[in-house]
């Protein structure tokens, strides 16, 4: 099995920053994607950015030039970094891993953090 701890959110003014952090533990070998996903109240949650573990990323729309992931393969953690943030960007961020390869050769896919609280106020 795998854990994943997120870190890193809290209440900020519009405009601030944020640096969310997720480490994955488990007798992991080696990851393939990590990626944070969001959650609005009402809303479905929604990817927000994802990397590869040969660090190429995708983010959506809303956040491209404002947040970067990246990812620390040898800690296991990705980080998010959220610059210029906005009222909209409130939600709960969840950490996300696609699938592992575990040190006795198993793979185990689709694993999910417990979220953290990230509001921006206006």
């Known amino acids: 099995q795998v854990q994943l701890v997120e870190s890193g959110g809290g209440l900020v003014q519009a405009g601030g920053s944020l640096r969310l952090s997720c480490v994955a533990s488990g007798n992991i070998f080696s990851i393939n994607a990590m990626g944070w996903y969001r959650q609005a109240p009402g809303k479905q949650r929604e990817l927000v950015a994802r990397i590869k573990s040969g660090g190429s990323t995708n983010y959506a729309d809303s956040v491209k030039g404002r947040f970067t992931i990246s990812r620390d393969n040898a800690k296991n953690t990705v980080y998010l970094q959220m610059n210029v943030l906005k009222p909209e960007d409130t939600g709960v961020y969840y950490c996300?891993?696609?699938?592992?390869?575990?040190?006795?050769?198993?793979?185990?896919?689709?694993?999910w953090g417990q979220g953290t609280q990230v509001t921006v106020s206006s």
């Open positions: 996300n891993v696609d699938w592992v390869i575990f040190s006795d050769h198993k793979i185990g896919n689709d694993y």
